[in-house]
């Protein structure tokens, strides 16, 4: 044996390379057993074998350096569960964001990258590794503006991704994105790298960042519209010229404080639920998309009792459990009852379930809930907010601006 040091940081990358391919690493799981052990002793040597030091500086250059040869591949964050890797080179890319975006799922900081294929890349690199997830623009469901009003100006950014091409992490599937932004944050940014070939809508990204009204400062944009626009950027929909949906307050649904939602509670996370023409949108945690074609059964519960509060219950198709979102201020029942009657063929709480509570049964479900949509609603053919189905842009009634 001979006596090998190794730092904290050299460790971490082995225990990287361990979780990006265990099968291979096999024989080095021992050594690094062995290793955590004479540490946690206290002891800053080990004796280990003559091959094991020859990976003392591999150990050392993966931790230098996690994107070897210029292919990213990207592996566990130490502390969460193993993603697969996502390989490309860096002559790949033809924009990213210029700082880390701040998501709450995946929850942590992400620098977004786009590729010349048109996949968006979301990568978060630490001591212990390097996190990834990449997704293609024609797996993207729905992209949501959701404004919640708070003190903070906070605007949550929504991208719903076909359930067939979640994001997988371990055992967890993520059929939902989610970023975030505060009015104090500075407006996110995007550097193009035109020496790895143009970028795809570029040019509506640029115009649509011109056009927002200023920040704060009265200078850049304000934060929420530059986000808007790099994530329409990101994701595929400028080079289509579509934007992100937003709530139609006008004529869908307002909520007592005009921003399209209301708040309520998901078990014990507090949020606000968004009322869409297609579907329901909850933020922060968890980040859910429930398309009314998606469900198949829908409750009001204690809409006729006499507390202040109401809850409704959605049911997934699937046999997924149901979401419950509790404790909506009965301020907000009239409107969500009219909401829900024009989505569903027995809304508005007039039946009781075998509890006494309320009920909006889907019935025969998704297709039923939309056949009672008022005449006077827009068509889909009209309906500008983007979806999977390619619908065409309005003028402006989904404009950034705040």
């Not at 975006?101 to 942590?108: E, K």
């Amino acid at each position: 044996p001979v006596e090998m040091s190794l730092d904290s940081k050299e460790l971490a990358a082995l225990e990287v390379a361990i979780a990006a391919d265990p099968a291979a690493c096999a024989s080095l799981a021992a050594v690094v057993a062995a290793l955590k052990q004479a540490a946690s002793g206290g002891s800053s040597t080990v004796p280990i074998s003559a091959t094991a030091s020859q990976l003392i500086p591999v150990a050392a250059a993966l931790a230098a350096k996690p994107t070897a040869d210029g292919v990213a591949k990207p592996t566990a964050n130490g502390a969460g569960p193993a993603v697969p890797a996502v390989d490309y080179k860096e002559t790949d890319v033809v924009c990213k964001s210029s700082t880390p975006i701040s998501f709450s799922t995946p929850r942590g900081k992400f620098e977004c990258k786009l590729l010349g294929d048109g996949r968006c890349v979301l990568e978060q690199r630490t001591p212990k590794g390097v996190t990834a997830y990449a997704v293609r623009p024609e797996h993207v469901r729905r992209v949501m503006r959701l404004d919640i009003g708070d003190s903070n100006n906070t605007t949550y950014l929504m991208v719903a991704i076909d359930p067939n091409h979640a994001l997988v992490a371990g055992k967890q599937k993520m059929q939902t994105l989610l970023a975030q932004v505060r009015g104090k944050d500075a407006p996110a940014t995007v550097q193009f790298l035109d020496a790895n070939g143009p970028c795809p809508g570029r040019d509506v990204y640029e115009a649509r960042l011109r056009d927002q009204p200023p920040g704060r400062d009265g200078v850049g944009p304000n934060p929420a519209g530059a986000m808007a626009a790099l994530v329409e950027l990101f994701f595929g929909l400028c080079v289509d010229g579509k934007r992100c949906a937003v709530p139609k307050t006008d004529r869908v649904f307002a909520g007592v404080g005009g921003r399209g939602c209301v708040k309520a509670n998901h078990k014990f996370n507090q949020g606000h639920l968004f009322m869409f023409d297609d579907g329901l949108a909850f933020a922060e945690r968890p980040a859910l998309w429930l398309p009314w074609e998606d469900v198949a059964d829908l409750q009001l519960q204690r809409a006729d009792g006499g507390s202040g509060t109401f809850d409704l219950r959605v049911t997934p198709e699937g046999g997924e459990p149901p979401h419950e979102f509790a404790n909506v201020s009965r301020e907000e029942l009239e409107e969500v009852q009219r909401y829900l009657a024009k989505r569903c063929s027995e809304a508005g709480g007039d039946g009781e379930d075998e509890d006494g509570d309320g009920a909006a049964g889907a019935g025969g479900g998704a297709a039923d809930m939309l056949d009672d949509v008022d005449s006077d609603e827009d068509s889909d053919e009209e309906d500008e907010d983007f979806n999977a189905a390619g619908i065409d842009d309005d003028d402006d009634d989904d404009d950034d601006d705040d």
